[in-house]
């Protein structure tokens, strides 16, 4: 059995739990904030998710544990067969992660602190994400999945990553990011009815209390270290 390592409230690790529910890989969780030697580990940079394979190797970067689980667990594929659709999955994948979600993780300690972003970032967040949407509404078709007829790890990776663009982007910058790709909305509502991200999206709720005391003991020694 293989052992998921991370906690509820991240993104990326839904990502992978989801992959994992939709093969129906059986594995376990382990919960873990990061931040000991035990757990670099794991993972060697401290990122979570982290996956250990049933033979005892772990593996962490989402991406690589996904198609690690593409690979080893391929009855339902989340890849299409051919070169230039699988590379086209990837694509959206790369654009949603470096031009929308981590741009909006920039303003992820302006949500936790209260204290407004700076200008400066919010207009390059903005510069970023405008080129992100520009890009998106190329490569998106939702047709009824975002890469096209069947589903793939995009439609998985994009969704997750619209929980960050959404939640956090959205919220600090007053501007309705999703609402600027045609369709991406009504494809992100249809994501969250299923069966798999309903159940996850329970667990996030769950974690939620645990995972923001985490968050601000963290950034009170993080404060006081700083001093």
Not at 59 to 75: F, G, K, Q
Not at 94 to 112: N, T
Not at 145 to 151: P, V
């Amino acid at each position: 059995m293989v052992t998921l390592h991370g906690f509820s409230s991240s993104n990326y690790y839904n990502v992978v739990k989801y992959v994992l529910q939709y093969k129906e890989v059986p594995h376990e969780e382990h919960l873990v904030y990061g931040g000991t030697e035990e757990w670099l580990l794991i993972s060697p940079v401290g990122k979570v998710p982290a996956l250990t394979t049933e033979s005892g190797n772990h593996l962490s970067e989402t991406v690589v544990i996904c198609d690690y689980l593409e690979e080893v667990y391929p009855d339902k594929p989340l890849y299409p067969s051919g070169a230039e659709a699988r590379a086209h999955v990837r694509q959206i994948m790369k654009v949603m992660e470096l031009y929308l979600e981590l741009p909006s993780r920039r303003l992820i300690p302006y949500a936790f602190s209260g204290m407004p972003a700076p200008d400066a970032v919010l207009a390059d967040v903005k510069h970023v994400a405008s080129r992100g949407i520009e890009a998106m509404k190329q490569l998106t078709g939702f047709t009824p999945h975002i890469a096209g007829d069947q589903f793939t790890l995009a439609d998985v990776y994009v969704h997750y990553c619209n929980a960050v663009v959404q939640g956090i982007g959205s919220k600090i910058m007053d501007w309705d990011i999703l609402a600027e790709i045609p369709g991406m909305r009504e494809w992100n509502r249809n994501m969250r009815e299923s069966d798999i991200a309903r159940a996850i999206e329970a667990d996030r709720i769950a974690n939620e209390p645990e995972f923001h005391a985490y968050i601000t003991q963290y950034m009170a020694r993080s404060s006081v270290s700083d001093k």
